[in-house]
């Protein structure tokens, strides 16, 4: 199939071609009752590879409940596109999230595959989902803070029926570089203390609250905790450095 393609785009690329040219009549065929079965013809693309990433902190049907009340409570106060345009301001943002750090920021793909194609971000490459990190982030710019709704999978394990220090200490590192990345631009993590409070069972639905603490020069510094999402337990505590970087230090250059 995909040479079949190929051979048809030969060296002109993809312009002035129609997907119903590149495709065999059957598959167009059957790809186009399908869709007609779920969506208006009017709103139907048939191209069959989708120029959008994967969002996969989008709802799915593992997620418990509780995870999805939270998300719905967080998702309503979220900025918001209406069909004429007209958003509502508010004051959080959904973060969408991929299989790769770079991969979907500007210039970020032809870096991804410099730096090693078949790489994935390490909460998200286990196909089956609920099994480990199921988890979405609302950043409130103003507030300069974020809050991660992260439900924990039962392939997380470290002590009997428990969550792994481990799995919290990335996700840990994971909201809070995402706040400090998204407030100061390309860092890594240089330094992440953590106290465990109490420990959290498998399946837990709980809340990750991120804030900044402060910025010195190139270092931006994170405070943490982890609650129920009532937030009546505290399960965890931390406080992360983050230091900024240039790309050329993913490479080993230290400028
Ligand atoms: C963009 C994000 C969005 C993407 C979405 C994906 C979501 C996933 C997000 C996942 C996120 C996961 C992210 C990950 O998991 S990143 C992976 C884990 N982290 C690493 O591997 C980092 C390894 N370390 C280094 O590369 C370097 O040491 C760094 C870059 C950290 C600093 O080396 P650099 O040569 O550049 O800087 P410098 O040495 O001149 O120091 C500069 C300043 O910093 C101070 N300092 C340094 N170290 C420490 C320390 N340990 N405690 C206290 N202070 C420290 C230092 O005193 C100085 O202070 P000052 O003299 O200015 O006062």
Redesign the pocket.
């Known amino acids: 199939m995909l040479g079949h393609i190929a051979r048809r785009l030969g060296s002109n690329g993809l312009k002035g071609i129609s997907p119903q040219q590149l495709l065999p009549k059957e598959t167009h065929r059957h790809l186009q009752s399908s869709l007609d079965t779920i969506r208006p013809i009017s709103t139907v693309s048939l191209w069959p590879f989708s120029s959008q990433p994967r969002d996969f902190s989008q709802p799915n049907s593992s997620w418990s409940p509780e995870m999805q009340k939270v998300y719905d409570h967080y998702y309503a106060l979220c900025d918001t596109d209406t069909e004429n345009g007209e958003g509502k301001k508010r004051p959080w943002r959904k973060l969408p999230s991929y299989n790769r ?1 770079i991969k979907y920021a500007t210039g970020g793909i032809h870096l991804s595959k410099l730096i090693q194609a078949k790489a994935r ?1 390490f909460t998200r490459n286990v196909k089956e989902q609920g099994a480990t990190f199921e988890y979405v982030v609302f950043v409130n710019k103003e507030e300069k803070r974020c809050v991660c709704v992260f439900q924990a999978g039962r392939l997380l394990e470290g002590a009997p029926g428990h969550v792994h220090g481990g799995a919290i200490a990335t996700m840990i ?2 909201v809070t ?2 706040l400090a ?1 998204f407030l100061s631009g ?6 992440l203390n953590i106290d465990y409070r109490s420990p959290m069972p498998l399946d837990s639905v709980v809340l990750i609250h991120s804030a900044l603490d402060r910025i ?4 931006t510094y994170i405070t943490s905790k982890v609650t129920s999402t009532d937030e009546s337990k505290l399960y965890t505590e931390a406080t992360a ?1 983050f ?1 900024s ?1 240039s790309v050329g ?1 993913l490479f080993g250059s ?1 400028n």
């Open positions: 750090s971000l590192d994971t570089g995402t990345g390309p860092i890594m993590t240089a330094n010195e020069r190139r270092k450095l230091v970087i230090h230290r």
